[in-house]
């Protein structure tokens, strides 16, 4: 035994890193990027030779691939076996700030593996300050309380309690102790809705309501998670007591009544978004106009769509088509009429004694074809006083390259931290000209990266917007092999799904939607992702999912493509009941070809009939409806080469392409790469 420890320290004593190699000679001689593919030739023929390892290391520094240095530097770790690492001491400081630098990106974005990076860069001799390692364990703890696993939201919340981190508010840092007082879970509950940890926050909110404590801003969090989490529009859940009932957050809960909330910005976007029946008393009727057009700006979709989902304009109008609407205000009847069809006298503003009813008449000049007048909140939806001409705010120059720029907005879309532009350029360019080239260049974006992680999903985010299911699924799964973030785990769920295997992207999305928080979102995203790619079947089984975790906006879009995938497969009746449970929670807008600003109309006359009144129309309803994709899809396949208007077009499609709406983005996506 004893000889044995002697050889053992003998051969450690022996052991010696390999002699450097003249990577400035090389570099010389051969040029950088031959220096480096010499390099990496011995590497490939001789995995072992540690010299030209830690040469292309250096080299791969020297050139801005941290990724590449870091990956050589590791082989070099494993090759040194369990005597020693055969490297010099630059070698292994090296290798302290390149991981250094991948865990600071990694902490920036709230990864979970950010502390071990850390920890492990302060083991490797880096300086790593105390507030940065307090910063990664409150993220790790944020990644385990948004999960579905109750043992592992515990795990994260002991870990927040025994957090230092000086960013976290101590109230907050409190209400995740064992000891904590109704008030503190009920903070903390606030905080973790804001971090995306919505079931450990209504665990908290829930915890604190319970004390029947009284504090108005904490009752109007309550309300918000219950609503996610209890949604009433499922018929199991009771609704809440009066008393609870305070705050905007009520509106969304019960049926407001919209002359109480009209001005309210935060009590508007409850109400628009819940799913009451539509109105029929006058002078709700009449405030839902202005509420619908604030709402229109926010959303950009067209005023009014909005105003007929929440106003039952059938028994409002009445029995005399001659004179229809005849209890409802002057302006809102003027509204109100055109878009059944008929008409009625339009008041001018000095005959209107608030800002509400002067906003309606605005809308009703709009509907006319009449110049709009003083209105602000018309004005921003209106392009100029008619809204048949161009649009003020559109960007008027065209963009360079339509399909990298939106392919860009795309993936900033999903990696709000890892949108390299200039990468994404490259492997745009490079696929049009050949898919290998596209590889090649991706590799390369792999490499220059600071966290290979963080480059895999680059990769995998361009191949996605660019419609190469194969390529995008290789790269997500590299990703999640290097670093399994919750945001790597949902993108390779769903390039599974666009690649068309059902099974594997069903078991994905499991995992992906236990650790995202919301697991209604992922579930829904992949539904629609498998519905695209004509697998109804598990389209209807992630739908399902969704809808039993879902808040009634994740439910609404759920329950039309588990209708949508039923009648695909011919089961009309079961199709029948989701589109029944769909009608509660926000009755069918049918297309209004009397509503100049309806674009989902205008898109479907235009399919009937390809006329220039039609694609006229087209472009009209596009003025109105700003957020809508198809209209303008179809308007640059409608308009001739020449037409000044394509311009406007390809902008606001580049600009749709980084939207919240997933359906518009793969929309565009899909038309601008057909253009090309």
């Not at 993936?411 to 290998?436: E, S």
């Amino acid at each position: 035994m004893l000889r044995a420890s002697i050889l053992v320290v003998v051969l450690a004593g022996c052991i010696r890193a390999p002699a450097r190699l003249d990577v400035a000679a090389l570099v010389a001689q051969r040029g950088p990027i031959e220096a480096r593919h010499d390099l990496e030739i011995r590497i490939v023929n001789d995995p072992r030779d540690l010299q030209a390892h830690l040469a292309l290391a250096a080299l791969a520094e020297q050139q801005q691939r941290p990724s590449q240095a870091i990956a050589v530097l590791e082989h070099v770790i494993v090759v040194g076996g369990p005597i020693g690492t055969r490297w010099h001491a630059d070698d292994r400081a090296r290798l302290a700030r390149l991981v250094l630098a991948r865990g600071q990106e990694r902490l920036a974005r709230g990864a979970p593996t950010a502390l071990a990076d850390l920890e492990r860069a302060r083991s490797l001799g880096a300086v790593v300050g105390d507030d940065d390692l307090g910063a990664a364990r409150v993220a790790l703890a944020v990644v385990e309380l948004r999960h579905v696993d109750a043992a592992v939201r515990a795990r994260g919340k002991r870990r927040f309690a025994a957090t230092t981190d000086q960013a976290v508010p101590d109230l907050v840092v409190r209400g995740a102790s064992d000891r904590a007082t109704p008030a503190q879970r009920g903070a903390f509950g606030v905080w973790l809705w804001s971090a995306g940890a919505r079931r450990a926050a209504w665990e908290e909110l829930d915890a604190w309501h319970a004390s029947k404590l009284a504090d108005p801003e904490l009752t109007t969090a309550y309300l918000d998670a219950r609503a996610w989490w209890q949604p009433i529009w499922s018929g199991e859940a009771p609704v809440p007591d009066a008393a609870d009932l305070v705050g905007p957050e009520r509106c969304r809960l019960v049926a407001c009544r919209a002359r109480d909330i009209a001005g309210d910005a935060d009590a508007e976007r409850a109400f628009v978004g819940s799913p009451h029946p539509r109105i029929a008393d006058p002078i709700d009727a009449a405030a839902v106009i202005a509420i619908a057009l604030r709402d229109s700006v926010r959303t950009g979709e067209g005023f009014g769509r909005a105003i007929a989902r929440h106003v039952d304009l059938v028994a409002l109008a009445g029995s005399d088509p001659q004179h229809p609407f005849p209890e409802v205000a002057r302006q809102a009847r003027a509204v109100f009429a055109r878009l059944i069809g008929s008409a009625a006298p339009i008041p001018t503003d000095a005959e209107l004694a608030t800002a509400d009813e002067r906003t309606a008449a605005a809308a009703a000049r709009a509907l006319a074809g009449l110049p709009i007048g003083d209105s602000d909140v018309v004005a921003q939806l209106a392009a100029s006083d008619t809204p048949d001409a161009p649009a003020a705010d559109a960007t008027a120059s065209d963009v360079d390259d339509p399909l990298a720029t939106a392919v860009a907005a795309a993936v900033a879309r999903v990696l709000p931290r890892g949108a390299n532009g200039v990468a994404i350029a490259r492997i745009v360019a490079g696929y049009r000209r050949d898919p290998a080239i596209a590889d090649r260049l991706a590799r390369d974006a792999v490499a220059e990266s600071d966290d290979a992680a963080l480059g895999e999903a680059l990769v995998g985010a361009t191949f996605d917007a660019l419609g190469d299911p194969a390529r995008a699924r290789t790269a997500w799964q590299a990703a999640v092999d290097a670093a399994a973030e919750p945001r790597f785990q949902a993108g390779l769920a769903l390039a599974i799904a666009r690649a068309g295997d059902g099974d594997a992207a069903l078991v994905a999305a499991t995992a992906a939607a236990a650790a995202s928080g919301d697991p209604a979102v992922v579930w829904l995203a992949v539904a629609r992702a498998l519905a695209g790619v004509g697998k109804p079947v598990h389209a209807i089984e992630a739908a399902r999912y969704a809808i039993e975790l879902a808040d009634a906006g994740v439910a609404i879009g759920a329950l039309d493509v588990a209708a949508a995938a039923s009648r695909v497969l011919g089961r009309d009746a079961q199709a029948d009941a989701f589109a029944a449970r769909r009608a509660k929670l926000s009755p069918e807008v049918a297309p209004n070809d009397d509503d100049p600003t309806d674009a989902i109309a205008a898109v479907a006359a235009y399919r009937r009939f390809q006329t220039a009144t039609t694609i006229a129309r087209l472009w009209v309803a596009s003025r109105w409806s700003r957020a809508d994709a198809a209209s303008r899809v179809a308007l640059l396949a409608a308009l001739e080469p020449s037409d000044a208007r394509r311009t406007v077009i390809r902008a606001e499609l580049v600009r749709l392409a980084g939207g919240a709406d997933a359906e518009s983005v793969r929309l565009v996506l899909d038309a601008l790469r057909a253009e090309r």
